[in-house]
């Protein structure tokens, strides 16, 4: 089963499909790119021929809407130049976030996201970590979420005996699976009020976290606010340390020192999005988890083993 990975626009997007192509012993060819004097996109795959699978590598960075565009039109260049199937990875899915109608009139903007790139020409579709997952069965094809947080705990050497927390009890799956694999507790965060004073405090739902080392684990850093007061709270309540781990840390300025500042020790993120460099973040290259799943799911084979 012949396969080509074709980067999209941007260094996140070369930077993964490399260490994709590295951990399946495939080529990788780039794509080239540009803009119009009238802000138009422009983008081509600079082959004759594409034969077997064409995996479109491509991140949706911002600007997202660009990038999600560039996926089109890649999809469709691949189809163009023969490929037999198109799978789109793309590390980073953008609009996850608006996964039902929350007011009468809104989209539902992932479902647009996912059925234009099955319009465009895909047949597969791999994401690491979105939102929800259900939001993955409005691609009419095959797609899947590929959940990168032990990977990303054992890259880092997080050991046994920590506690992993999730920031509400609908992200408690993430705390779950880490403590199962690694060793250690799991638990949520729930808000809790001083009946005296009135003051917030943010704590695990049952387990203590005094005298522990914890690890927020959640799939988007923003902002960082919640994580932030989370940490701060864990630390008055005695615990040891606090490391904040995200499979996406979205580009928006002061989030990092946001965490640090509420004595986090260290922020722990997948290489899913252009990330600024920082002393006290920790990048891992997911892309091998990405390939693994790409394998187990029958749509390439590895030629290096």
Known sequence: MSATIVHGPGEASKGFAEGLGRSLGLDVVGCESKLFPDGEAYVRIPQDRLEGTAVIVHTMA???????????????????????????????????????????????????????????????????????????????????????????????????????????????????????????????????????????SIEPKEINASGREVVIVDDIISTGGTAARAARSLLEAGARSVTVMAAHLLDIPGNVERLIEAGADEVVVANTLPVRSHPRVRIVDVAPRVGDELVRQGVINRINT
Not at 84 to 110: H, M
Request: aromatic share 10%; hydrophobic share 40%.
């Open 62 to 200: 911002r600007p997202q809407d660009r990038s999600l565009l560039e996926v089109l039109m890649l999809v469709d260049a691949a189809r163009g130049l023969g490929a037999s199937r198109v799978t789109v990875v793309a590390p980073y899915t953008a609009y996850a976030r608006q996964d039902t109608r929350f007011l009468s009139g809104e989209p539902v903007t992932v479902s647009a996201v996912l059925k234009s790139i099955y319009a465009a020409g895909a047949s597969s579709y791999f994401t690491v970590e979105i939102h929800k997952e259900y939001s993955l069965r409005h691609f009419p094809g095959r797609a899947y979420s590929v959940r990168p947080f032990t990977y990303m705990a054992r890259q880092v050497g997080l050991g046994r005996g920590l506690l992993f927390l999730a920031p509400d009890m609908g992200a408690l799956s993430r705390a779950r699976e880490l403590a199962s694999s690694l060793g250690g507790d799991y638990d949520y965060l729930v808000k809790r009020r001083d009946r005296r004073t009135g003051e917030i």
